[in-house]
């Protein structure tokens, strides 16, 4: 979900845990990114806030407020090794981390991947250096998950990364930026490589620039009245190599927040670079739908799509 799309849904009520429409969160097993305060934290506290959102009976989770980033960890019952940071959107105003992150899970550990959902630092929340916050939080999750691996049971390099519309914009901007040197290291666990072994982008945000982006996302990130140099900076369309990891792109043609072109044109720029790519364009679905599309909707089985190529890639 992207926060556009809110206007349309009914007024969010608290969450309850006693809903049964919520799956109970947060999980048991989870840590936090940073031994102490985050990079660039505020003076002012931030105050979570948890909402329940979207008329019955299709509830979810939306959280605001994320003072202490985190990973929460989802285990396979039968785990293969395979790993993937679940990354959800919300066009960095919030988390929707119900659809893009529970749900996520859920789906994944069926196949034997064990699950690391990402509830990363929303930019607007008065951070310094705001524009590299999200980004900080998605390296320094993948390098603590790898530090752990022994005790998660995963493999290291068959660790991977999905993100869903502005979730998607974090996960591709690791995958391009994954290198670039954001925060000061704070242990051993930063002098592992942040580079995802595969990328899904769920209906993402590939652009900060004019005729691609969702003007909330770059605004929510970058503040108001960015300047063009720091629009290209966090665009990850324009960083892609041959560095890039192989990258899963999904996305509707009806979709109207996130123009269907941010995958477009992301397919073609990993074609020009000879970076592993494959698309599958939808063309009904519009945005937001997560793992909820009707099964007579051929898109309702991306899912499953994705659980086959990245069985191909690593994971």
């Known amino acids: ?16 845990e006693s809903d049964p429409r919520v799956v109970a969160w947060p999980p048991r097993e989870r840590f936090p990114l940073w031994p102490g305060k985050p990079p660039g934290a505020p003076a002012k ?8 959102n979207n008329p019955p009976p299709n509830r979810e989770l939306w959280i605001r407020g994320v003072p202490m980033p985190e990973v929460h960890v989802f285990r396979a019952a039968h785990p293969d090794g395979s790993a993937l940071l679940a990354v959800p959107g919300g066009g960095y105003e919030f988390l929707s981390v119900q659809n893009e992150g529970i749900d996520a899970a859920e789906r994944f550990n069926a196949e034997r991947t064990t699950v690391f959902v990402l509830t990363y630092r929303l930019p607007g929340e008065g951070w ?5 916050v999200p980004l900080q939080d998605a390296q320094r999750a993948m ?44 242990d051993a666990a930063d002098s592992l490589t942040a580079r995802p072994a595969f990328a899904g982008l769920v209906y993402p945000v590939t652009s900060l620039e004019p005729g691609l982006a969702h003007g909330g996302s770059r605004d929510n990130l970058l503040g108001p009245n960015a300047t063009a140099d720091l629009v290209r900076a966090r665009s990850p369309l324009r960083r892609i190599n041959a560095a890039t990891p192989p990258t899963f792109v999904v996305h509707a043609f009806d979709d109207g927040t996130v123009p269907v072109e941010d995958s477009l044109e992301w397919i073609a720029a990993c074609k020009t670079a000879k970076a592993p790519v494959e698309g599958h364009l939808l063309t009904e679905g519009g945005h937001g739908f997560g793992f909820h ?20 890639h690593g994971g």
């Open 128 to 132: 310094s250096g705001r524009s590299l």
């Open 143 to 186: 390098r603590l998950i790898r530090s752990r691996a022994g005790e998660f049971r995963v493999d290291a390099a068959r660790l991977g990364v999905i993100g869903f519309s502005a979730g998607g914009h974090l996960a591709a901007d690791l995958a391009v930026s994954f290198d670039e040197a954001t925060y000061k290291p704070v």
């Open 45 to 52: 506290a931030i105050v979570p806030n948890w909402t329940m």
């Open 1 to 16: 979900m992207i926060a556009a799309a809110a206007a349309a849904q009914s007024e969010p009520t608290p969450y309850s």
């Open 293 to 312: 599309l009707p099964s007579d909707n051929p898109g309702s089985r991306w899912p499953d799509l994705f659980a086959l190529w990245m069985r191909k």
